[in-house]
């Protein structure tokens, strides 16, 4: 079993900057896929950003691609995602997710375990 807590989220102004981590238990932890989703009330959770394991092989979303940016530590157990030139309409709850087998995925149904969230507010 592998467990996930983010961290990170608060309150920033439009064209901020912050700072989230996933920190994963477990020993397996680098050889898993990791992928970063978002979730607004009333709407599917997406995804915005994915590694593979080795953190050689990174995937965005249009709406996220050369603002944020999806990194990890495999010594640290931990995968980051720092979010620079945040708008309102990144806010959000992050959620945090673990793959056992395969590369990153934009499904969500393809992940394995997932953290609690952690909230994003951006304002304007």
């Known amino acids: 079993q592998v467990q996930l807590v983010e961290s990170g989220g608060g309150l920033v102004q439009a064209g901020g900057s912050l700072r989230l981590s996933c920190e994963a238990s477990?020993?397996?932890?680098?050889?898993?896929?990791m992928g970063w989703f978002r979730q607004v009330p009333g709407k599917e959770r997406e995804f915005f950003a994915g590694?593979?394991?080795?953190?050689?092989?990174?995937y965005y979303a249009g709406s996220v691609k050369g603002r944020f940016t999806i990194s990890r530590d495999n010594a640290k157990n931990t995968v980051y995602l720092q979010m620079n030139s945040l708008k309102p309409e990144d806010t959000a709850v992050y959620y945090c997710a673990a793959r056992r087998i395969g590369g990153p995925s934009s499904v969500r149904y393809d992940y394995d375990y997932w953290g609690q969230g952690t909230q994003v507010t951006v304002s304007s």
């Open positions: 477990g020993r397996i932890f680098s050889s898993y896929a």
């Open positions: 590694i593979n394991w080795s953190g050689g092989i990174t």
